[in-house]
């Protein structure tokens, strides 16, 4: 959103405000229960990537370093922990989605993340068939191929 400070109201009469949740700011670790849920929540989607501890530091000192930080807490913390959607369901949305995106770095985590939260071989196939319909069977092959490469390891 351009041009928007911290307090910000989204268009007219919204309710919604931008910085004045204190769990969410400018620096990605401000939020620490955020943070917290999201370390939990990535550990037990990728069990034994990530090391114990609450002082893990995503950074590597180069560009855009904050990334990997910002999706702790926004994407891990904020969404995988709502309740409303199983983890599970979570992961067949994501397929799809990633799928769609052509996001195939990504895919490959999530197929893992996948398996982890439940589904087999033979349903996440069915999202990459799902898929030719809907985001067109070159997304799907570069889908399947990416879910190969990452059931191989």
Partial sequence: MSGAGAGA??????DLQVGTDPQVGA???AGTDLRAAGLKAMREALPGVFPEGDDLDLRDGRLGEELVEIGLTSVWG???TREGLSRRDRSLVTL????????????????RIART???????IAEVIYHATGYAGFPAATAARNAAREALAD
């Fill in 9 to 14: 109201k989204l268009g007219s009469g919204s």
């Fill in 27 to 29: 620096d990605p670790r």
């Fill in 78 to 80: 904020a969404l995988w």
């Fill in 96 to 111: 799809g989605i990633l799928i769609a995106l052509g996001a195939e770095t990504e895919l490959r985590t999530h197929v």
């Fill in 117 to 123: 939260n439940g589904l087999t071989e033979d349903e």
